[in-house]
């Protein structure tokens, strides 16, 4: 089959139900054709909805364009504008984190205007973060040390304090006077009195990429802007009641304002596409039954797990780049321990990892990467066991992720996507049934230029968790024909 564009890949996706209903009903028995008939009719005109997911989806992932904002928010590049002028923006977490709104700002950029608004329309604790060896240098200790610190976001407040040569210090303009001060790399620990009515933050190493909350939003707000890498933020609150504002509150109040309102979840998006992740450790002679590939390991520089790229090619060993071609067959594989390593049959996990290592060595050239940390996409080895007692119980694999909390898939694959980049690829082309992985990559730059298929065998252990991949979760079962042409 000719190779798809992203766009047709959207439009086999947004039918998938109904070609998968219609591969169905080409080999059902005659009696049962009936009621086939009407899933397909159903699944046909389903497919402006399924679009609308797909699309969504993708941008969750980190779609075709990266910087897209999630729709009725502001884009991360003008929030940033903003913050390199002085203004306030209001950022947001996610509604199974604090669900607030917290305005945030540069801390050099304040002013007593700026701080009286602040004051004004938030909780009035206003606190300022920063990294760890600002606060080290500025002697501001944790407040409670971590093992005693009960807060159930573990917000990591210092000792609070005022600027010296502060009166009382709760004014607007003093309380401003000391945010700038924080926020000067030429301030001494002695420029401060301790305790005082500002209270200083430490945010985590890695900002929202490692913690996806609003002392992290701070400091990469602040820094991305261009500003020292410390940032002012309070809570906004209702004025009815002094209540937490939430989304309804918090359009209202930033459209009053004239404020960006962003999200930390494009944020993360935003930082994943711009900045290095990985690094690359290692290098060796990997031979194995389908010839000698070249093992590549890399470490994440945001959670230490050490993932590897499986390399297929003629070249030369000082320089890895020279086996990598245009439009090369590409694997992007999650782990799974119990699939890739014990051949579980409730998967078909290991199975296509064999057919990628096959396909990849007929044609000669090609690279599979190993994503570690992804068991049970995403959820981990435990709770993926658990699921599977729940599926035992009647649960298919995305409810049984439900049932545990978690999202169906909560996979994201920028630390593929910067392996694939680090290796020298430009052009691929992918082996997946999934779409959102298909998607997921070339919105790193990489260019996807066509889909390859992977079908492993139909057993009666998954034959179900097959099902489910196709009819919940979009996956491509649709081109038998080009399949069997592949493996013949």
Same mark, same amino acid.
């Given at each position: 089959?000719? %190779?798809?564009?992203?766009?047709?890949?959207?439009?086999?996706?947004?039918?998938? @139900?109904?070609?998968?209903?219609?591969?169905?009903?080409? $080999?059902?028995?005659?009696?049962?054709?009936?009621?086939?008939?009407?899933?397909? @009719?159903?699944?046909?005109?389903?497919?402006? $909805?399924?679009?609308?997911?797909?699309?969504?989806?993708?941008?969750? $992932?980190?779609?075709?364009?990266?910087?897209?904002?999630?729709?009725?928010?502001?884009?991360?590049?003008?929030?940033l504008e903003d913050v390199a002028r002085g203004k306030f923006v209001v950022v947001l977490d996610s509604e199974d984190r604090e669900n607030e709104g917290d305005l945030i700002a540069a801390a050099d950029k304040v002013t007593a205007e700026s701080m009286a608004f602040m004051i004004r329309h938030t909780s009035g604790l206003v606190c300022v973060s920063m990294e760890d060896d600002r606060a080290d240098a500025l002697d501001l200790p944790l407040m409670v040390d971590s093992k005693a610190n009960k807060d159930a976001m573990k917000t990591a407040f210092t000792v609070s304090v005022d600027l010296a040569a502060s009166t009382t210090g709760i004014s607007a303009g003093e309380r401003a006077a000391t945010i700038n001060a924080l926020g000067d790399d030429n301030t001494t620990a002695g420029a401060f009195v301790r305790p005082g009515h500002v209270f200083p933050l430490r945010a985590r190493p890695g900002g929202v990429l490692k913690r996806a909350g609003h002392?992290?939003?701070?400091?990469?707000?602040?820094?991305?802007?261009?500003?020292?890498?410390?940032?002012?933020?309070?809570?906004?609150?209702?004025?009815?009641?002094?209540?937490?504002?939430?989304? %309804?509150?918090?359009?209202?109040?930033?459209?009053?304002?004239?404020?960006?309102?962003?999200?930390?979840?494009?944020?993360?998006?935003?930082?994943?596409? $711009?900045?290095?992740?990985?690094?690359?450790?290692?290098?060796?002679?990997? %031979?194995?039954?389908?010839?000698?590939?070249?093992?590549?390991?890399?470490?994440?520089?945001?959670? &230490?797990?050490?993932?590897?790229?499986?390399?297929?090619?003629?070249?030369?060993?000082?320089?890895?780049?020279?086996?990598?071609?245009?439009?090369?067959?590409?694997?992007?594989?999650?782990?799974?321990?119990?699939?890739?390593?014990?051949?579980?049959? @409730?998967?078909?996990?290991?199975?296509?990892?064999?057919?990628?290592?096959?396909?990849?060595?007929?044609?000669?050239?090609?690279?599979?990467?190993?994503?570690? #940390?992804?068991?049970?996409?995403?959820? #981990?080895? &435990?709770?993926?066991?658990?699921?599977?007692?729940?599926?035992?119980?009647?649960?298919?694999?995305?409810?049984?992720?439900?049932?545990?909390?978690?999202?169906?898939?909560?996979?994201?694959? #920028?630390?593929?996507?910067?392996?694939?980049?680090?290796?020298?690829?430009?052009?691929? @082309?992918?082996?997946?049934?999934? %779409?959102?992985?298909?998607?997921?990559?070339?919105?790193?730059?990489?260019?996807?230029? #066509?889909?390859?298929?992977?079908?492993?065998?139909?057993?009666?252990?998954?034959?179900?968790?097959?099902?489910?991949?196709?009819?919940?979760?979009?996956?491509?079962?649709?081109?038998?024909?080009?399949?069997?042409?592949?493996?013949?």
């Amino acid at each position: 089959s000719p %190779p798809r564009t992203p766009r047709s890949v959207a439009r086999i996706f947004s039918m998938s @139900r109904a070609s998968s209903c219609a591969f169905a009903l080409a $080999r059902a028995p005659r009696r049962a054709r009936a009621g086939a008939v009407g899933a397909f @009719r159903e699944a046909k005109t389903s497919s402006t $909805r399924a679009r609308a997911v797909f699309a969504h989806d993708a941008r969750a $992932r980190g779609g075709e364009d990266p910087d897209a904002p999630t729709p009725g928010f502001a884009s991360v590049a003008s929030a940033l504008e903003d913050v390199a002028r002085g203004k306030f923006v209001v950022v947001l977490d996610s509604e199974d984190r604090e669900n607030e709104g917290d305005l945030i700002a540069a801390a050099d950029k304040v002013t007593a205007e700026s701080m009286a608004f602040m004051i004004r329309h938030t909780s009035g604790l206003v606190c300022v973060s920063m990294e760890d060896d600002r606060a080290d240098a500025l002697d501001l200790p944790l407040m409670v040390d971590s093992k005693a610190n009960k807060d159930a976001m573990k917000t990591a407040f210092t000792v609070s304090v005022d600027l010296a040569a502060s009166t009382t210090g709760i004014s607007a303009g003093e309380r401003a006077a000391t945010i700038n001060a924080l926020g000067d790399d030429n301030t001494t620990a002695g420029a401060f009195v301790r305790p005082g009515h500002v209270f200083p933050l430490r945010a985590r190493p890695g900002g929202v990429l490692k913690r996806a909350g609003h002392t992290e939003a701070a400091v990469d707000l602040s820094r991305m802007a261009g500003s020292t890498p410390v940032g002012v933020l309070c809570e906004i609150v209702k004025d009815s009641d002094g209540s937490m504002a939430r989304l %309804p509150d918090l359009e209202v109040f930033a459209k009053t304002h004239g404020l960006k309102l962003v999200l930390i979840s494009d944020m993360i998006r935003y930082r994943r596409a $711009r900045e290095k992740l990985v690094e690359r450790t290692a290098v060796a002679r990997l %031979p194995t039954e389908w010839g000698n590939f070249t093992c590549v390991s890399y470490t994440s520089m945001l959670d &230490g797990i050490e993932h590897v790229a499986l390399v297929y090619g003629d070249f030369d060993e000082t320089n890895i780049n020279k086996a990598i071609g245009d439009d090369m067959l590409v694997r992007v594989h999650s782990e799974c321990l119990t699939g890739d390593i014990f051949k579980s049959a @409730r998967c078909d996990c290991g199975n296509q990892l064999d057919l990628a290592m096959e396909r990849v060595a007929k044609e000669g050239q090609g690279c599979i990467v190993y994503l570690r #940390g992804q068991e049970g996409r995403g959820i #981990g080895l &435990g709770h993926k066991l658990r699921a599977y007692n729940l599926q035992d119980e009647g649960r298919d694999t995305v409810q049984a992720n439900e049932d545990l909390g978690f999202p169906a898939d909560t996979r994201e694959y #920028g630390i593929g996507a910067q392996i694939l980049q680090d290796l020298g690829v430009k052009t691929l @082309r992918l082996m997946t049934n999934n %779409p959102a992985k298909y998607h997921g990559l070339s919105g790193y730059g990489l260019s996807v230029t #066509g889909r390859v298929p992977l079908f492993a065998p139909i057993t009666m252990e998954n034959k179900r968790y097959i099902d489910t991949k196709r009819l919940k979760m979009g996956h491509l079962f649709e081109d038998a024909a080009t399949e069997a042409e592949l493996t013949s």
